[in-house]
Nanobody, 124 residues
Framework: QPQLVESGGGLVQAGGSLRLSCAASLRSFSSYAMGWFRQAPGKEREFVSA????????FYADSVEGRFTISRDTAKSTVFLQMNSLKPEDTAVYYC?????????????????WGQGTQVTVSS
């Protein structure tokens, strides 16, 4: 049964940093593009970042570009999201996702599997 388990969320002051991790139990982790989405209260889920199977090509939402960094460790079947210079508007539940890269679509990741989410709260 494919499973994605997020960790690393919490409460941080504005300007601070957090590092999210997502441990993946997938038949072949290296076959999947991975990503992060988030959902704030009363809002739709939105794309945050994605990384292709090669571990090199990355994508970011405009709102996090330059502040967040996505990476993956194939040996550990884990994807990370380093979040710096956090803002109160980054407050949301962050979801890990595994799927397929899709060119020219609304989001660069067509998601096959979702994690349960981890709460990130940024205080002002």
């Amino acid at each position: 049964q494919p499973q994605l388990v997020e960790s690393g969320g919490g409460l941080v002051q504005a300007g601070g940093s957090l590092r999210l991790s997502c441990a993946a139990s997938l038949r072949s982790f290296s076959s999947y593009a991975m990503g992060w989405f988030r959902q704030a209260p009363g809002k739709e889920r939105e794309f945050v970042s994605a990384i292709r199977r090669n571990g090199i090509t990355t994508f970011y939402a405009d709102s996090v570009e330059g502040r967040f960094t996505i990476s993956r460790d194939t040996a550990k079947s884990t994807v990370f999201l380093q979040m710096n210079s956090l803002k109160p508007e980054d407050t949301a539940v962050y979801y890990c996702a595994a799927g397929v890269y899709q060119y020219g679509s609304r989001w660069p990741l067509r998601t096959d599997y979702w994690g349960q989410g981890t709460q990130v709260t940024v205080s002002s």
